[in-house]
C-alpha cells in the first residue's frame, strides 16, 4: 500500500471532477473508491491501480492499492458466461457496491446496487478487447485475491470483478468501508479510469 496526505483535494479527484464525475468531499471517510486500468491489455497480472481518497480530521488522504481491473487469463480462454468474458467498463457507478459476501464465503464490496456496463471479450484469447456491451447486475464485485498470501497470478481470482493482490491492503480497505458505512451509509461509488 502507498500512502500519502495532502492539504488540499489531490489531483486525482480534480480529474473526475473534469470527467464529470462525482466527488465526496465529506469529513471523516466518505470514501472516493477509484480504479485505474493499466494500459496493458495481456490478462493475468496485478498490474492495475485501486485508489481510496478521502478525508480525515481535515487532511485528504490516498491509499493506492495494487490490483486488477481485468478478468483472468483463464477466464479469457473459457469464461464462464456463453457470451464472453466480462471487463467493467470505465465510468462511474452510482451506488454500485454494498458490504455483503463475495461467492458466500467473506465480506468484501458486492455489485447490490446500480447496474454496470462490461465488454464481452468472446475471442478466446488473452487480450482484453473492449467489444461488445453488456449493461445488468453480473456481480462485479471488489475483493481479495488469496485470504494469507500475496500471489501473481490472477487465475482464480478475477473473472471480471475488481481485485485487490494483498490481503492486509483488503483488510484496510474494509476497515474504511465499515466507517463510512457507519457514518455515510452502506452504499459505495465505484470510478473506474483508464490510464492515460
Known sequence: ??????????????????????????????????????????????????????????????????????????????????????????GQYRGVWKIDKHAGKYFALCQRGAMVTVYRDNTGDTTSDHINEDTGWFGINGHRAHETKLVDSTKYYSAGCQVLRHPADFARLMALCKM??????????YTLIEEE
Open 180 to 189: 463510512q458505512a457507519a457514518r455515510w451509509g452502506d452504499s459505495f461509488t
Open 1 to 90: 500500500m502507498k500512502y500519502e496526505t495532502f492539504y488540499v483535494e489531490p489531483p486525482l479527484l480534480r480529474l473526475l471532477r473534469a470527467k464529470g464525475y462525482a466527488v465526496f468531499d465529506g469529513e471523516d471517510h466518505d470514501l472516493n473508491l477509484i480504479g485505474i486500468r493499466s494500459k496493458n491489455r495481456t490478462a493475468g497480472s496485478f498490474d492495475d491501480l485501486f485508489v481510496c481518497i478521502y478525508r480525515e480530521a481535515g487532511m485528504w488522504i490516498k491509499e493506492t492499492y495494487q490490483a486488477t481491473c481485468d478478468p483472468s487469463a483463464e477466464q479469457h480462454k473459457d469464461p464462464t458466461n456463453a457470451k464472453g468474458v466480462a471487463i467493467l467498463k470505465a
